[in-house]
């Protein structure tokens, strides 16, 4: 039996498809920072947040709206970035500045 041009094509979307995860999904990234500090963050877009995970300490921040790259705070701490640069700013400490391993 053969199988006609668009069942050809639908079978190869199908399969292009589930071959990249889904957009919603969370994302951990770990970064080297300043100093050798190391830092991760998940980022969870389904939910808006990301959680920041530096010297054991846990901090979940928010999305924010953004011109360009992404930004994430909870008030005293906030990340940006753009590409594999990161930038942590926690409280009136100068900014920590990160790149993507």
């Known amino acids: 039996m053969k199988a006609s041009a668009p069942t050809l094509l639908a079978a190869t979307l199908l ?7 889904p957009a919603s999904a969370d994302l951990d990234v ?13 980022f969870s877009p389904a939910h808006g947040t990301a959680v920041l995970m530096r010297h054991s300490e846990r901090m979940e ?36 500045e990160c790149k993507a391993r």
């Open 15 to 21: 399969c292009a498809c589930s071959a990249a995860p």
């Open 30 to 42: 770990a970064f080297t920072c300043s100093q050798g500090e190391s830092i991760s963050v998940r």
């Open 61 to 96: 921040l928010q999305q924010q709206p953004s011109g360009s790259g992404f930004i994430y705070s909870n008030g005293p701490t906030t990340i940006r970035g753009k590409g594999d640069d990161l930038s942590v700013e926690i409280g009136r400490m100068a900014p920590i």
